[in-house]
């Protein structure tokens, strides 16, 4: 099993930033890929970012040049920089990681204020 807990998480004005951690403990293999999804109300879950074990990433076109998403290995962190932050990115946020099995984190709630 692993857990994923997630942190960093608030209430933000429209330009601010936000920093969200999400640390995993138990039986993580690499290599792996950690990842952020969001969901809004009334809104399906959608991808933001991912990064591998070697630390390439992607990111939704959304959130591109925005949002920087990095790991510490040794750490078995991962974690999303939110710039500029705009009201429609006021969501649950969830770190997933997706090595033999795929785990998700509860979510932590960021919410932007126009």
């Known amino acids: 099993q692993v857990q994923l807990v997630e942190s960093g998480g608030g209430l933000v004005q429209a330009g601010g930033s936000l920093r969200l951690s999400c640390a995993a403990s138990g039986n993580i293999f690499r290599p792996n890929v950690m990842g952020w999804y969001r969901q809004a109300p009334g809104k399906q879950r959608e991808f933001v970012a991912g990064?591998?074990?070697?630390?390439?990433?992607n990111y939704a076109d959304s959130v591109t040049g925005r949002f920087t998403i990095s790991r510490d290995n040794a750490k078995n962190t991962v974690y999303l920089l939110m710039n500029s932050l705009k009201p429609d990115d006021t969501a649950v946020y969830y770190c997933n990681v997706l090595g033999v099995a795929l785990f998700w984190g509860q979510g932590t709630q960021v919410t932007v204020s126009s």
């Open positions: 990064i591998s074990s070697e630390g390439r990433t």
